[in-house]
C-alpha cells in the first residue's frame, strides 16, 4: 500500500516502479470495496439467469444491437447500460481511475487506486471469443463451447486451449471496436477485465473467477482528506470531472452543483487543543507548540448517501485542516515569534505522534540567523508546511500491532521491572562497596538480565493515554541506561576516569527513573482498578513479527533469461583478492559481493554489468591481505527497488524476466543470489 496526497506523487509513484511497461490496467474505487466482482455475480437470481439475460436483451432490443457482430461487443454495450455482465470495467489512463478513486467526497472511506501489470487480448482474441461464449449459454460444457465457437467465427479450437481459456479470465484491451459498443467507456480511456468460469475436473462449474483472482501490482491510496483537493485538481488542471466521465446532461447537472456549493463550513467545534508547549531559545524569547486533534460530527445526519457504517462521522478535509491550522496561528502571533502546530486525526495519532500535517509560523521581524529549520513545504503569511505521505498507513499499522490496553501495559511492566529491580539492586551494591574493575564483573553478570528487560519494555506496546506513555517511559529510560553499560565495558575507547564518569552519571538518573516509578505504581495501579488476580493471571506473550512473503503479481515471462554466473577469483600476491566474472544479465545490474571467511572476516562491494562482465575492487583485511583458509562468497542482485530505471526496463519490477535456479522470489521482493568458494593459500 502505497499513500499519495497530490497527483504529482501519484504520477511519480507509478513512474518510479512501472514506468518502463507499455500496458498498464488501472482500477479506481473506494477502500471499503474490498471484493471487485463483476455485477453478474451481485445477485443469485442475475448469476443463475447470466445467459437468459443476455439473450432477452438481444431478443428484446434487437435492433440496439445490429452493428455489434460479436458476444463481447453486445456484452459490451450492455454492460454501458446497467445489464449485468461478466465484465468489469478498468482503464489504461492512471488519472481516469484516480477520479474513480476520489469521485465520492462525502464517504470518509478512502480511496484506493488497483494498478495491474498484464498483457491485454484485442477484442477478436482467440481467448476473448471463447469466454464470451460462456456468457450466451445455460449449462456450457467444453464440447458445446468448441461447437459455438465454430458456428459463431467459422474456425475450430484446439481442446487444450479451450480448456486453458475457459479457466483464465484476462484483460480486453482499450480499442477502437469500443466506439460502436460502450462509446462512454472508450472516451474514458476504458477496458474490460473479463471473467472464466472454474474448470474443475473437465467440467466449466458455475463459479467464476472476477479480479480477486488477480493480485495486483500495486495499491495506491488517497486518503480521505485529500479526495476533495484532488478531485478539484483532476477538474482545474486536466479537465476530468463529471462531465468528462458521464457525458449526460443530468452530470452536468450534478457537476455544476458541486463546483458552485459553498462549502465553508464553521470549524469552531471541530478540533481540540489537547497539549501546549512554550519554550524559548537563544534569540527566540517565545516560542509556542500546539497540538492539536480533529473532532468528528457526531449528528444523526449522515456523512455520505450511501448510508454507510463507516460513515456515521464526519471528517474534515485537508483545506478545512489547513484552516484550523490559520486559524491558530493568527490567534496567537501577536504574543510569539515562532509558533509550530502539529496536527492528529485522533488521539491515537496524537499518542504515536503520527501528524496527518505539520506547520511553522515565524515572525519575519525575526532575523534570519535566528529563525528555526523551516518545515519542507513553503507557503504564504510566513507559514512553512510539511505534509505526512505516510499518516493513514501508519494509522491503520498502529490499530493492529502499537495499542496495548492498559491494564495488560501495568502487569508487563510491573513484573518486568520486579526482575529488573533485582538485577539493578545486585548492580548498584557492587557499585556502592567493590571496586571499580569488580563491580564491571557484576554489569557483565547480570547484563542479559538487563538487556531482555529493556527489549520487553519496549516490546510491551504504548497505552492511548498519553499520560501513561509518559510514565512508562521511565521504565524504558532507566534500563536503556544499565542496558549500554555492556557498550561501554567492552569498547576500547573509553578510559578508565572516562568510564567511571559515565558510570556515575548513569546511576544518578537511574535513581531518578525509579523514585517515579515507585511512587506513582501504587498510583496507576488504583487508577486503572489491576488487582491481584489480573497480576496473577495477565502474561505477556511476544507478539510474532509478521512475516511478508512476495506475491508474484506479474507472471514471469516464457521467454525469461535463465541467469548464469561464471566467476573468477584472483589472489593476488599480497593476498588480496580480486574477483570478476560475466553473466547473461542485464546491462546496469547493480551487483553486491559479500565475502565471509577465516578469523570473522566480512567485506562486501558493489559492481555494476557492463556488456555481460562484472569487476569488483579488490578485497583487502584493513589494507592487508587475507589470511589463509577457506571463504564463502556470494553475488547478489538486490530487490528492482534498489536497480536503475535501464535495468528495470529489461528485468521487470517483479524480476519477470529473470528465471532459473539463483533467482529467489520469497521474502520482501525477487532477488537472485548466486554462491561459491574460495581458498587463499
Known amino acids: 500500500m502505497n499513500q499519495v496526497n497530490s497527483i504529482e506523487q501519484f504520477i511519480e509513484t507509478i513512474e518510479k516502479k512501472f514506468g518502463g511497461y507499455e500496458e498498464k490496467y488501472f482500477r479506481g474505487q473506494l477502500e471499503k470495496y474490498t471484493s471487485i466482482t463483476p455485477s453478474i455475480t451481485r445477485d443469485a437470481g442475475f448469476k443463475a439467469n447470466e445467459s437468459r439475460m443476455y439473450n432477452e436483451t438481444l431478443e428484446q432490443r434487437a435492433d440496439d444491437f445490429l452493428e455489434l457482430a460479436s458476444p463481447l461487443e453486445r456484452m459490451s454495450k450492455m454492460q454501458h447500460y446497467g445489464i449485468p455482465t461478466r465484465l468489469i470495467d478498468v482503464t489504461i489512463n492512471p488519472l481516469i481511475a484516480l477520479y474513480f478513486a476520489v469521485e465520492d467526497i462525502d464517504c470518509?472511506?478512502?480511496?484506493?487506486?488497483?494498478?495491474?501489470?498484464?498483457?491485454?487480448?484485442?477484442?477478436?482474441?482467440?481467448?476473448?471469443?471463447?469466454?464470451?461464449?460462456?456468457?450466451?449459454?445455460?449449462?456450457?460444457?467444453?464440447?458445446?463451447?468448441?461447437?459455438?465457437?465454430?458456428?459463431?467465427?467459422?474456425?475450430?479450437?484446439?481442446?487444450?486451449?479451450?480448456?486453458?481459456?475457459?479457466?483464465?479470465?484476462?484483460?480486453?484491451?482499450?480499442?477502437?471496436?469500443?466506439?460502436?459498443?460502450?462509446?462512454?467507456?472508450?472516451?474514458?480511456?476504458?477496458?474490460?477485465?473479463?471473467?472464466?468460469?472454474?474448470?474443475?475436473?473437465?467440467?466449466?462449474?458455475?463459479?467464476?473467477?472476477?479480479?480477486?483472482?488477480?493480485?495486483?501490482?500495486?495499491?495506491?491510496?488517497?486518503?480521505?482528506?485529500?479526495?476533495?483537493?484532488?478531485?478539484?485538481?483532476?477538474?482545474?488542471?486536466?479537465?476530468?470531472?463529471?462531465t468528462m466521465i458521464y457525458p449526460e446532461l443530468p452530470s452536468f447537472s450534478l457537476y455544476l452543483r458541486e463546483?458552485?456549493?459553498?462549502?465553508?463550513?464553521?470549524?469552531?467545534?471541530?478540533?481540540?487543543?489537547?497539549?501546549?508547549?512554550?519554550?524559548?531559545?537563544?534569540?527566540?524569547?517565545?516560542?509556542?507548540?500546539?497540538?492539536?486533534?480533529?473532532?468528528?460530527?457526531?449528528?444523526?445526519?449522515?456523512?455520505?448517501?450511501?448510508?454507510?457504517?463507516?460513515?456515521?462521522?464526519?471528517?474534515?478535509?485537508?483545506?478545512?485542516?489547513?484552516?484550523?491550522?490559520?486559524?491558530?496561528?493568527?490567534?496567537?502571533?501577536?504574543?510569539?515569534?515562532?509558533?509550530?502546530?502539529?496536527?492528529?486525526?485522533?488521539?491515537?495519532?496524537?499518542?504515536?505522534?503520527?501528524?496527518?500535517?505539520?506547520?511553522?509560523?515565524?515572525?519575519?521581524?525575526?532575523?534570519?540567523?535566528?529563525?528555526?529549520?523551516?518545515?519542507?513545504?513553503?507557503?504564504?503569511?510566513?507559514?512553512?508546511?510539511?505534509?505526512?505521505?505516510?499518516?493513514?498507513?501508519?494509522?491503520?499499522?498502529?490499530?493492529?500491532?502499537?495499542?496495548?490496553?492498559?491494564?495488560?501495559?501495568?502487569?508487563?511492566?510491573?513484573?518486568?521491572?520486579?526482575?529488573?529491580?533485582?538485577?539493578?539492586?545486585?548492580?548498584?551494591?557492587a557499585y556502592d562497596n567493590v571496586s571499580f574493575d569488580e563491580f564491571l564483573g557484576v554489569v557483565e553478570e547480570y547484563e542479559n538480565i538487563i538487556s531482555k528487560c529493556y527489549k520487553d519494555f519496549g516490546n510491551f506496546g504504548r497505552s492511548r493515554t498519553k499520560e501513561f506513555n509518559d510514565f512508562l517511559e521511565n521504565f524504558i529510560a532507566a534500563s536503556i541506561i544499565a542496558d549500554n553499560w555492556k557498550f561501554y565495558r567492552t569498547s576500547e575507547k573509553y578510559t578508565i576516569q572516562a568510564l567511571k564518569r559515565i558510570i556515575d552519571i548513569g546511576v544518578s538518573d537511574i535513581e531518578r527513573h525509579i523514585i517515579i516509578i515507585e511512587k506513582c505504581l501504587p498510583e496507576w495501579r488504583a487508577r486503572i482498578g489491576v488487582t491481584e488476580t489480573d497480576i496473577e493471571s495477565i502474561v505477556f506473550v511476544e507478539k510474532g513479527k509478521s512475516k511478508f512473503t512476495h506475491l508474484q503479481t506479474i507472471p514471469v515471462r516464457k521467454d525469461a533469461i535463465d541467469v548464469y554466473f561464471n566467476e573468477f577469483v584472483a589472489v593476488l600476491p599480497d593476498k588480496k583478492i580480486r574477483i570478476s566474472g560475466s553473466t547473461n544479465l542485464f546491462d546496469n545490474a547493480n551487483l553486491m559481493l559479500t565475502i565471509k571467511g577465516e578469523n570473522n572476516y566480512s567485506a562486501q562491494n558493489k559492481a555494476l554489468v557492463t556488456g555481460g562482465k562484472f569487476e569488483f575492487e579488490v578485497f583487502s583485511n584493513k589494507g592487508f591481505g587475507l589470511d589463509a583458509g577457506m571463504y564463502t562468497a556470494q553475488i547478489t542482485l538486490p530487490i528492482s527497488g534498489t536497480q536503475s530505471r535501464d535495468f528495470v526496463k529489461f528485468a521487470g519490477a517483479e524480476y519477470e524476466n529473470l528465471t532459473g535456479q539463483y533467482v529467489k522470489r520469497g521474502s520482501i521482493a525477487p532477488s537472485v543470489e548466486y554462491s561459491f568458494n574460495f581458498s587463499v593459500e
Open 259 to 429: 463546483k458552485y456549493k459553498q462549502k465553508g463550513i464553521s470549524l469552531d467545534d471541530k478540533y481540540e487543543i489537547v497539549e501546549t508547549r512554550q519554550s524559548s531559545i537563544p534569540n527566540v524569547r517565545r516560542w509556542s507548540e500546539f497540538f492539536i486533534t480533529l473532532k468528528t460530527d457526531d449528528s444523526d445526519e449522515k456523512a455520505c448517501g450511501r448510508k454507510c457504517q463507516k460513515c456515521q462521522t464526519k471528517q474534515l478535509s485537508i483545506v478545512d485542516i489547513r484552516r484550523i491550522v490559520n486559524i491558530i496561528i493568527s490567534k496567537h502571533q501577536q504574543h510569539n515569534e515562532v509558533i509550530s502546530v502539529f496536527v492528529a486525526n485522533c488521539n491515537d495519532d496524537y499518542v504515536s505522534t503520527n501528524w496527518i500535517i505539520r506547520a511553522q509560523w515565524v515572525s519575519p521581524k525575526l532575523h534570519d540567523s535566528f529563525k528555526p529549520y523551516p518545515s519542507k513545504e513553503k507557503g504564504i503569511n510566513n507559514i512553512t508546511w510539511h505534509e505526512n505521505n505516510e499518516y493513514s498507513i501508519r494509522s491503520d499499522f498502529n490499530k493492529e500491532h502499537y495499542f496495548e490496553r492498559d491494564i495488560n501495559l501495568f502487569v508487563y511492566h510491573f513484573k518486568a521491572y520486579e526482575t529488573f529491580k533485582s538485577a539493578y539492586t545486585k548492580i548498584k551494591h
Open 108 to 242: 470518509t472511506s478512502h480511496g484506493n487506486v488497483l494498478i495491474y501489470i498484464r498483457e491485454g487480448h484485442d477484442f477478436s482474441s482467440e481467448h476473448a471469443r471463447a469466454l464470451s461464449l460462456l456468457a450466451t449459454t445455460d449449462s456450457p460444457t467444453l464440447k458445446s463451447i468448441s461447437a459455438m465457437f465454430t458456428e459463431e467465427y467459422g474456425s475450430s479450437i484446439a481442446n487444450d486451449d479451450l480448456i486453458r481459456y475457459i479457466d483464465t479470465p484476462i484483460f480486453v484491451k482499450h480499442c477502437d471496436d469500443l466506439k460502436k459498443s460502450n462509446n462512454r467507456l472508450y472516451e474514458q480511456e476504458g477496458a474490460f477485465f473479463l471473467c472464466s468460469n472454474t474448470l474443475i475436473g473437465g467440467t466449466i462449474s458455475g463459479e467464476l473467477k472476477s479480479l480477486d483472482s488477480i493480485p495486483p501490482s500495486m495499491v495506491i491510496r488517497v486518503p480521505y482528506e485529500y479526495k476533495s483537493q484532488i478531485k478539484t485538481e483532476l477538474d482545474e488542471k486536466h479537465g476530468i470531472n463529471t
